[in-house]
């Protein structure tokens, strides 16, 4: 009888470390404060693009998902060193990063982008020829538009300290349009009829999920990423988060390689 019950209580061991492996979750880190990527709602709860992102790989891998909140730049060192399994937080794939971390195929193209009131009539880049742009100070965009003024026959650029007040000066009719990362302008007129964002300014940034160098989750990762791809959950992210299908041939929208070196 002692044998029958310490077989017993052997096989329940077993079978409670069994399901304790297939609930373990993946602690994902995450700079909290990214709208629209990952942020606090009016109830306090974590949501966002990236966030539904990941719980959705989650779902696919067979394994919950922890958030982390973790400073941008600590990120890296946070995977590194295995803090955490990845990382998200709109961070762009780079030939550098590529040397310390790994990254998932990317799910997002951080363009540029131009946005206009709608009113206006304008409906692509060539339409602000001879008018003045607005600019985030020392962004990629104010970089895209200072090179570009002379082939793109801007009057003017006027740098401002983030979206709210250029957009206000937009409003206003101080400047023409506002050029900065398409992601947060979409995110900002989904529901703001009078705005409209009617080009995409190509500058080759992406965005996919971070692990340490060849971690064995990147793969299980990878391979959720290309199964929502595929079957249109992906799309449905992004629909729920800038109120459009993503764009076709763009990374949302597109299996991609494994980034290398």
């Known amino acids: 009888m002692r044998n029958i019950l310490r077989g017993a209580l052997t096989v329940a061991a077993l079978a409670l470390g069994l399901g304790g492996a297939q609930a373990q979750s993946i602690k994902v880190g995450a700079n909290i404060g990214n709208v629209p990527w990952e942020f606090q709602d009016a109830k306090g709860e974590i949501v966002g693009f990236e966030i539904d992102l990941m719980k959705e790989v989650?779902?696919?891998?067979?394994?919950?998902?922890?958030?982390?909140?973790?400073?941008?730049?600590?990120?890296?060192?946070?995977v590194q060193s295995g803090q955490i399994d990845a990382a998200v937080s709109s961070i762009t794939i780079t030939k550098k990063r590529l040397e310390s971390v790994s990254f998932a195929q990317p799910y997002y193209d951080s363009d540029q982008s131009l946005?206009?009131?709608?009113?206006?009539?304008?409906?692509?880049?060539?339409?602000?020829?001879?008018?003045?742009?607005g600019v985030d100070t020392g962004s990629t965009g104010d970089m895209w538009a200072t090179e570009n003024m002379a082939k793109s026959k801007f009057k003017d650029i006027r740098r401002y300290e983030g979206l709210n007040p250029?957009?206000?000066?937009?409003?206003?009719?101080?400047?023409?349009?506002?050029i900065s990362d398409i992601p947060a302008l979409l995110y900002y007129v989904k529901d703001k009829p009078q705005f409209a964002v009617i080009e995409r300014i190509k500058t080759t940034e992406q965005y996919s999920v971070m692990t340490a160098k060849n971690s064995p989750i990147l793969a299980k990762v990878?391979?959720?990423?290309?199964?929502?791809?595929?079957d249109?959950?992906?799309?449905a992210i992004h629909k729920t988060w800038f109120g459009t299908d993503?764009?076709?041939?763009?990374?949302?929208?597109?299996?991609?390689?494994?980034?290398?070196?």
Do not use: H
């Open 232 to 235: 249109g959950a992906m799309a």
């Open 115 to 133: 946005t206009v009131v709608k009113a206006s009539g304008a409906k692509t880049l060539a339409d602000m020829a001879g008018k003045t742009i």
């Open 246 to 261: 993503p764009d076709a041939g763009m990374a949302t929208a597109t299996v991609l390689d494994l980034p290398k070196l």
């Open 222 to 230: 990878n391979d959720a990423i290309t199964a929502m791809k595929k």
């Open 166 to 178: 250029a957009m206000l000066d937009l409003a206003a009719g101080r400047i023409d349009g506002y």
């Open 58 to 78: 989650g779902k696919r891998i067979g394994q919950k998902v922890e958030f982390v909140n973790i400073p941008f730049n600590g990120l890296f060192a946070a």
